[in-house]
């Protein structure tokens, strides 16, 4: 048959009966379901029932493992009396916090086994429920995370936004770090536990609590109606129990609805329901065989705490705890040697980093002695007595420098590289004229901004301070360099303001320094070659010209368009060839101009 | 769109009683009608296949018989969910039929009395390919996503205004009659129910 989309349909009529039938079938469904779903609800309500019951049972057995593990873990640390303490904190984070079983015991586990102390594990957990609830972390993880900061390994701090660098987390001890996130994260559980999550895990956990509670009470029912039997008989005895449970409650809602019913209705129900609760009955009448009805509660919750222990059990309690805080203390000062260990390493490193410095201050220092070029300048500069005597004080000052790098004496490498410094702005001073003339760099100008920074290194690390002597010294010596300069300044400065006061005897001044130059161009005067009777001159010479009368001066190369002498010369005779004539006659104005008579000449053949 | 007619069927039934002769007489007409656009349709079928869409082509000559292209086909063998079927020219061209029964009801209570369908799967998806997803299915979690808008641009362009009303054969057929046939249809009926009405006027009472 056709969709109904795929049919093209050219008349059509609307048939109602459709609906009507429709509308009949869907109340016909409607109360289908609605027996369906008092049925369904019957038997729902049963299994559900039994589920919860299993529920229970392994919720609390989860619990009872839970319990058993961290008692072990107590044991085995000597702080099993308190045992039924941290059990009562455990309960009270859960209702408080919503901090699970199966979170709380693993992160209390931990705890105690780094610290091997009750207090401070309990400290200890009341922060990772902090931090916990401000890094949206699991309670165990957080705890897991302190226990191991608080045995040495910080890395796990980081991530809990303390603020403090890796470096300082390593430096400062445990319960400052502690105190610091306590401070930082204080009230976060609180917070978290009162918003709507918070909430309804606080219920759920309340609720674990009361199954475990229920699941309790069920197993040991179930053991009492069962014996002892497997588990799973157990929870089939409880699915049993709890068919018939809701089976009476069934039939109990019945027999309230039908109070009108015949007699003989009522007496069936009731012939059911005493059939069928028949065991509980002979239970409650005949008594309990394993007297469960009977005695108190006899379990160690029963009891307070101090009452529940012997007083063997009190010696060994105060034993245990004696040794607990033995352990502690002994933990503390381990751990307090690891910090004064990382302070004298931390200081050690600031002393070689400076050391090294002062290091690599020496090698800048060799380049500077290179003798070579030392000979080189002190041949350029005259100055060699005193730059000697300046280089080998700095050097003796370098060699007791490495001697007290090598030694690690901070104070003497700092008071030796004072001295050197001094010396090197001596030596410095000393070839700053020199630099001018010559042309070798000058090696002090990075030498002492880095000796400057080493010094300043080591007196800062050392707190050397420079005497009041060598202070004096430095400026005595750096006002004697200045003397000679100062003198001049001030000689001259007498001779200018004496020649400007007698204008006369600053002329005269000017003529007797004048006068060598005078006489030496007098002298060239006299002895320059006279011209009158001609010459020829055929480089640059200074001549007296014109001394006898008129003369011309004329270039040599212009001879011939001022009127010079032609001469022809005739051959008369046989030569060889014209040729061999030519070059005669060549090779003979050759030779003249040679002797420096200038002759120009041209050839015609 | 097919027009409603109120009381048709049972005008009908009451013809197929009292007058059969008349109730022929309008089917008649009606078919005379509408086998033409049954035909039109029918010529629209493209052979072998459509475009070049030879891989949906079934059972061509020499080819491998396989459990998909196998004339004992119907079910795979997990789910029992049928194979996506083959076109085959023959079955589409067979498979648009016309009938003047009146169809069931449809989701809206509705039930045709004279309409052209197409009864073979190849020619449905021929027919409507194409209608609510032009490009494809957007949600396509195949391998190969631009597959079905491939297929759909293969088969030609759809004809009609509406979108349950386009298609590439009978729709298109009907769309290129521009309602003629369908004014036809109307009028027999209308002609022949007043006459029945006449015929019977005062022993039946008005029909329709």
Known sequence: MALPNLVFSVASQYDGKGLAKAQKDIKSLGKTVQSFAGAFGVAFSAAAIVQFGKSSVKAFSDAQREGVVLNNTLKNLGLAFAGPEINRYIDSIGKLYGVTGDQAVPAMQALLSATGSVTKSQEMMNTALNIAAANNISVSDAAKGLSQAYLGNRKALSQYNTGLTKAELQLKSFDDVQALLDKRLKGAATEAAGTYAGQMLILKENAEQAKEVIGKGLVDAFKILAGDKTTEDLAETMATAANNTARFSRELAKVIKTLTAPIDFVSGSLAWFIENTQKYADLLIAGDPSGFFRKPVTGPEARPLIAQQSPGERTMAVKAAQEAEKRAKALRKIEQDRLNNLKKIAAEQAKKLALDKASAFLNQANKIFDLERIQLQAAAMNKQTEEDKLRIRLKTEILDLEMAISEGNVQGAAKFASLINQDAQLLANLRQSAFSLSDVPNPFEDWLSTLQDVLNELLKLSNYKVPLEVQRTTVRAMLDRAAPDIAALQANNARVSAQYDNPQTMVRSLLDRAAPDIAALQSILASAPRMAEGGVVTNATMALIGEAGPEAVIPLNRMGSMGGTYVTVNISGSVTTERDLVDAITQGIYNNQASGIPINYSTVY | ?208
């Open chain 2, 1 to 208: 769109m097919p027009v409603e007619l109120k009381g048709a069927l049972e005008t009908i039934k009451a013809m197929r009683k009292f007058d059969p002769d008349l109730l022929k007489e309008m089917n008649k007409e009606i078919r005379g009608v509408m086998v033409p656009m049954r035909d039109k349709a029918r010529g629209y079928a493209p052979s072998p296949q459509p475009d070049n869409l030879y891989g949906w082509a079934e059972g061509s000559v020499g080819k491998k018989i396989t459990k998909r292209n196998s004339a004992f086909r119907q079910f795979n063998v997990e789910g029992r969910v049928r194979l996506f079927p083959l076109y085959d020219h023959k079955t589409v061209v067979a498979g648009i039929k016309y009938s003047q029964a009146p169809s069931r009801r449809n989701r809206s209570g509705f039930r045709s009395l004279y309409y052209i369908y197409n009864a073979s799967a190849a020619g449905a998806i021929y027919e409507t390919a194409g209608r609510k997803n032009p490009g494809g299915d957007p949600a396509s979690k195949s391998n190969n996503p631009g597959a079905g808008a491939h297929f759909i641009n293969r088969m030609g362009p759809l004809y009609g205004d509406k979108q349950k009303e386009r298609g590439r054969m009978i729709f298109r057929a009907g769309y290129e009659d521009r309602g003629k046939a369908q004014d036809a249809v109307i009028m027999a009926i209308s002609t022949t129910i007043e006459k029945f009405n006449k015929l019977s006027k005062g022993s039946y009472g008005l029909a329709a």
